[in-house]
């Protein structure tokens, strides 16, 4: 059975912000073994905000498939909160499509298109309308509004992810707080650490092993940096243990380009 490895990542968001052009790069690794990378633009400005992001991941015998793709959010910002608008994917894995176009009203999702389409619905939790309002998309997920900065309250949250077939949450809580010095193009300053656990809301199928197990799982860590110049915290490192070993998300480069 294949490790669902984005969704392993995703457990892969007030006040003028003045960031423009921030640029990172996240390698993946599984085991030690780096396995894929992806690369993020990120625009905030006064009252909006866009993400753009590519990545590419390679097989890894029976555990992951070869895939690619891009991905594009954009939304607004609203009463210290990240409110998305628009969502689109378009990705192979395996060979095979996976397209996602959403459309929300400051989170709520209005229109919705995926391909290819779900299959086994009738053994799959019923999205309802509740489950797709004051949502944020996976990409936008990656940012978080965090007035306090490096602050033990900007872990204690969750997130509220829809990425167009699933509804799930990330609870999140308060770990530790560290520093690094990074060089030239790496980041330097404080981190906090908290710790993560997936909530299946809908979408998915309660039976699944791989569902099962992230639901159970007590090791997923996210720690998050700050966004200099603005009250936003960025995605600094994602890890869970699996049963193949551990999987790692990375920044490894973080810089502004202009």
Not at 77 to 93: D, H, P, R, T
Not at 134 to 159: Q, W
Not at 200 to 225: C, D, F, Q, W, Y
Request: charged content about 25%; glycine content about 8%; hydrophobic content about 35%.
């Amino acid at each position: 059975m294949r490790l669902p490895f984005l969704m392993v990542f995703l457990v892969f968001l007030a006040g003028p912000a003045n960031a423009r052009g921030i640029v990172v790069k996240y390698d993946g690794s599984l085991m030690g073994m780096k396995i894929g990378e992806a690369h993020l633009s990120l625009d905030l400005k006064d009252e909006s905000y866009s993400i753009s992001g590519q990545g590419k991941m390679a097989a890894l015998g029976s555990l992951l498939s070869n895939g690619q793709g891009t991905a594009h959010s954009k939304g607004v910002l609203a009463s210290g909160k990240l409110m998305s608008a628009l969502y689109n994917l378009n990705a192979q894995e395996g060979g095979k499509p996976n397209t996602v176009s959403l459309k929300l009203d400051h989170g709520d999702v209005t229109s919705r298109e995926i391909n290819p389409p779900q299959d086994r619905m009738s053994e799959r939790i019923k999205v309802t309308n509740d489950h797709t309002r004051g949502v944020i998309d996976p990409l936008s997920a990656v940012v978080f509004a965090a007035p306090k900065g490096i602050h033990r309250d900007s872990c204690n949250r969750t997130i509220q992810i829809y990425d167009g077939r699933d509804r799930f949450d990330v609870v999140m809580s308060y770990k530790s707080r560290y520093r690094i010095k990074g060089r030239k193009k790496r980041y330097s300053g404080e981190v906090l650490a908290c710790s993560a656990r997936y909530k299946p809301i809908s979408g998915h199928r309660p039976n699944r092993r791989t569902i099962k197990e992230l639901a159970a799982n007590k090791t997923m860590e996210v720690h998050l940096s700050e966004i200099p110049g603005t009250p936003y915290l960025l995605l600094y490192r994602a890890s869970l243990m699996t049963s193949a070993g551990k999987a790692v998300l990375q920044n490894v480069k973080f810089y502004n380009s202009n």
